[in-house]
């Protein structure tokens, strides 16, 4: 099971923290990712942690701006999200599954979803 939150509506520059409770997995056990969709595009794989190597990747659009992080004490995984723009609109989504490293960026390596979050960054 798998429950985003934290979405919202920022100015351009800001920042926002996304938040997954999950239950029923450790993040060890699985793959996690959190990926996006914006309007009229494919959901796309911004930042994914791998259950093979426990490496985190990032999309290069995100990368030193979005951070991945776990909290095994409180079950949940977030993103951190800095220096926000507005071409990062979309509804946000955590999901995950078995994807190895080759599809951890692939909606198809997860069977799990959240049901989405929406962050609106304004110009």
């Known amino acids: 099971q798998l429950q985003a939150s934290g979405g919202g509506l920022v100015q351009a520059g800001g920042s926002l923290r996304l938040s997954c409770a999950r239950s029923g997995f450790t993040s060890d056990d699985v793959a996690i990712g959190w990926f996006r969709q914006a309007p009229g595009k494919e959901r796309e794989g911004i930042a994914c942690?791998?259950?093979?190597?426990?490496?985190?990747y990032y999309a290069d659009f995100v990368k030193g701006r979005f951070t991945f992080s776990t909290d095994n004490t409180k079950n949940t995984v977030s993103l951190q999200m800095n220096s926000l723009k507005p071409e990062d609109t979309a509804v946000y989504y955590c999901?995950?599954?078995?994807?190895?490293?080759?599809?951890?960026?692939?909606?198809?390596?997860?069977?799990?979803w959240g049901q989405g979050t929406l962050v609106t960054v304004s110009s």
């Open positions: 942690f791998s259950a093979e190597d426990h490496g985190t």
């Open positions: 999901a995950a599954g078995q994807a190895i490293w080759s599809m951890l960026t692939m909606v198809s390596g997860y069977s799990y």
